[in-house]
């Protein structure tokens, strides 16, 4: 009998490569693609997939975003919202709604750096 090899941490990996949640193009990424990756935890059985999505959202719980900022995340990305249409929603200018939402990538971006340096200093025994 052969031996299998299989490699478990592959789509881990794999996600990490693809969203450097470090990063603010990782989380404008993470974000622009979440129905996709929503359904490919269902469809494709990624568990890796549901495991990021779940630190995502307690990301977004932990980021200190602020109400307007997660209103902004919320509509645009959870519910697809077009800036136009949040424009009216929210009764704000499309600056605003733009400011809005850079203002909590890179929060949730800090968030992630802080959670990637605990996890670095843990390794290190520092």
Do not use: C
Not at 17 to 26: K, N, W, Y
Not at 95 to 115: F, H, M, Q, S
Request: proline share 1%; charged share 30%; aromatic share 14%.
């Amino acid at each position: 009998m052969g031996v299998v090899s299989y490699d478990i941490q592959a789509s881990g990996r794999r996600l990490e490569a693809a969203f450097p949640l470090h990063t603010e193009e990782g989380v404008a990424d993470f974000l622009e693609k979440l129905y996709t990756l929503d359904e490919l935890k269902y469809f494709a059985g990624d568990f890796d997939v549901s495991i990021w999505l779940v630190d995502f959202y307690e990301a977004l719980s932990n980021s200190g975003l602020s109400t307007k900022e997660r209103e902004v995340i919320y509509f645009l990305y959870f519910e697809g919202y077009k800036q136009s249409e949040l424009v009216e929603l929210m009764d704000v200018k499309k600056n605003t709604i733009n400011t809005l939402k850079k203002r909590a990538i890179t929060k949730i971006v800090d968030y992630y750096k802080a959670v990637k340096l605990m996890e670095e200093e843990g390794e290190t025994g520092e």
